[in-house]
């Protein structure tokens, strides 16, 4: 019964133990510092896969030493259970269940952590406007630069990204930055998220949204930040010249 009881919540002290370091990491983050999100989603999936780990086999290996200690000898055999006092059967059941549900209040905690800093859009971000249309990405850069299916940034700066719809629901799906959020019609809503390194990373669509929907993907290229001024520079001429 106790174990029943157990099963439902989480645990572990070993968990408590191996994610200090990541966490005192966290901690120790300068004020001002861009939080790594990717990093933070790793180390919280980590923690949570050692507890149902650890959970697991502890309970496994408990159900499995009792199967075969209290196991019938003989047919007809009756058992013979001690009897608990009151206060030891809810001590047993009340315990246990609070030292578990401290380990689950403690991911939970991280887990809050995490969305506070996936939600909170870093000082000096670099924003685009983005629609979303059955089927394709439409950026809008402050320079007035529009692009299609294509979002060009600059390393090393936090980008938001303020997104609706043209039509239906689609999600905008970065999934190297770990950041996923639905462009609705009619409503603003944003993410952000944070290329390090120059590179090319896909952009995907996570909301069925019609017949195309499979194929309504992108590419962030994050360039070093002197070829992004440039490129911004050059695509304002443009701009300029196309419409004088
Ligand atoms: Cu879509």
């Keep these: 019964m106790i174990g029943k009881l157990l099963k439902g919540t989480g645990l572990s002290f070993l968990t408590l133990a191996a994610s200090a370091p990541a966490h005192a990491l966290r901690e120790r983050r300068a004020p001002g510092e861009i939080p790594?999100?990717?990093?933070?989603?790793?180390s919280l999936f980590n923690e949570l896969l050692i507890d149902i780990t650890v959970i697991g086999v502890l309970f496994a290996a408990i159900t499995i030493y009792f199967l075969i200690k209290?196991?019938?000898?003989?047919?007809?055999?009756?058992?013979?259970?001690?009897?608990?006092?009151?206060?030891?059967?809810?001590?047993?059941?009340?315990i246990p269940a609070f030292i578990f549900m401290a380990d689950d209040l403690y991911l939970a905690a991280e887990s809050w952590s995490l969305y506070n800093d996936y939600r909170t859009v870093p000082a000096n971000a670099y924003e685009v406007k983005l629609e979303g249309a059955m089927w394709s990405w439409n950026f809008k850069y402050p320079e007035g630069i529009e692009s299609v299916?294509?979002?060009?940034?600059?390393?090393?700066?936090?980008?938001?990204?303020?997104?609706?719809?043209?039509?239906?629901?689609?999600?905008?799906?970065?999934?190297?930055?770990?950041?996923?959020?639905?462009?609705?019609?009619?409503?603003?809503?944003?993410?952000?998220?944070?290329?390090?390194?120059?590179?090319?990373?896909?952009?995907?669509?996570?909301?069925?949204?019609g017949v195309i929907h499979s194929s309504m993907r992108g590419t962030v290229v994050a360039m070093p930040k002197d070829d992004f001024n440039k490129w911004i520079e050059s695509e304002k001429m443009a701009l300029q010249e196309g419409g004088a």
């Excluded at 790594?36 to 790793?42: H, Q, S």
């Excluded at 609706?164 to 409503?187: A, C, I, N, Q």
């Design 36 to 42: 790594d999100i990717p990093g933070e989603w790793n």
């Design 149 to 209: 299916n294509e979002l060009r940034v600059p390393a090393g700066t936090p980008i938001l990204v303020r997104m609706t719809s043209r039509d239906v629901v689609h999600s905008f799906f970065l999934p190297d930055f770990k950041v996923k959020e639905d462009l609705m019609p009619g409503r603003v809503t944003y993410l952000w998220f944070y290329p390090r390194e120059p590179g090319e990373y896909l952009i995907t669509c996570a909301e069925y949204c």
């Design 70 to 94: 209290y196991r019938r000898r003989r047919p007809g055999q009756e058992g013979n259970p001690p009897k608990l006092s009151m206060a030891a059967a809810i001590g047993w059941a009340i």
